[in-house]
């Protein structure tokens, strides 16, 4: 590569050296999705003319069809590459020093979620057999708060019924060829306390099973929209607002807070990387329990 090589081939090359094989697949496909905007957006564009406004305007032009989160991280994915490009002499200075982020005004997200009184429905809607389906998995997801993917590498030797916990230490790759993957960060590894009735439930569905082999993933593909179906059918029996399997995982994390449980505590459970995660994602419930503690509070002071 030299000053006159076109931006997006170096690019390329950039994730393929440094990238291959030293992060996980999924990310890898982001960083290929940010190659493919790079060669639309700028597919003439020299290593030497990548300047500050040149640079700018490639931001800009990505904003303006992705929100502004969308667009900071398709900046970080780009500015690694830049900054080696400046290190081995290809381009003078650095064109992402003070870049603005912009991006359109992000759609307003609202988490769904289902009361305890639906889940207490949906639970109960659940045909539990004797042997392993996937309304063991959904009974599974929404006691634990699981990830779709660490729900699907749980295998019995994960299991500790003498402790009741249940140990979360690697995924499940439903998107590509299957096997197992690493977690998808490290505070993803953890151990979770399960409740009794998972204790007698799950002790009797696993005698006999392979230790090491998953509970749910049987031969054939495994499709997310799969089981979101069946859960979907079993809200819409119930009469009860459908919601899809990470949908369980906020229904698990909503009914904690709501609980009095702490959010470093959920935040644990989870598998968040931070705190923030957390707050970020349930900032709306917080706020409803701020509500009831500013409620308390004045209860507290004016019996004083």
């Known amino acids: 590569m030299n000053k006159q090589s076109l931006f997006c081939k170096y690019y390329a090359q950039w994730i393929d050296v440094y990238k291959k094989d030293a992060i996980r697949e999924a990310t890898m496909s982001k960083y290929r999705m940010t190659l493919k905007w790079v060669e639309k957006l700028a597919p003439e564009l020299q290593i030497c003319e990548l300047t500050r406004t040149a640079y700018q305007k490639i931001l800009n032009d990505y904003a303006k069809e992705h929100e502004r989160q969308t667009t900071l991280d ?45 889940l207490h429905t949906l639970i109960a809607d659940l045909d539990i057999k ?22 699907l590498a749980i295998t019995p030797k994960d299991f500790d019924f003498g402790r009741q916990t249940l140990s979360i230490s690697k995924t499940w790759d439903y998107k590509g060829d299957g096997g197992f993957l690493p977690t998808k960060n490290k505070s993803s590894v953890r151990k979770i306390q399960i409740d009794w009735q998972i204790v007698v439930k799950f002790s009797e569905l696993i005698k006999g099973m392979p230790e090491d082999e998953p509970i749910f993933v049987e031969n054939s593909k495994i499709y997310n929209s799969t089981v979101n179906g069946i859960l979907t059918r079993h809200c819409k029996s119930c009469g009860i607002s459908e919601i899809s399997i990470h949908g369980l995982r906020h229904t698990h994390a909503s009914l904690l807070l709501f609980a009095g449980v702490s959010i470093a505590s959920v935040a644990r459970r989870l598998g968040h990387a931070s705190m923030t995660t957390t707050q970020k994602t349930y900032l709306h419930i917080i706020q409803e329990l701020e509500n009831k503690d500013v409620d308390l509070v004045m209860r507290t002071l004016s019996g004083l």
């Open 130 to 151: 004797e042997e392993p389906n996937w309304d063991w998995f959904i009974l599974l997801v929404a006691k634990t708060g699981m990830r779709f993917s660490e729900a």
């Open 74 to 118: 398709f900046h970080h994915q780009l500015k690694g590459a830049v900054l080696d490009a400046v290190d081995e002499g290809l381009i003078e200075r650095d064109p992402t020093r003070k870049a603005i982020i912009k991006g359109k005004t992000p759609r307003e997200k609202k988490i769904k979620y289902l009361n305890q009184f639906e």
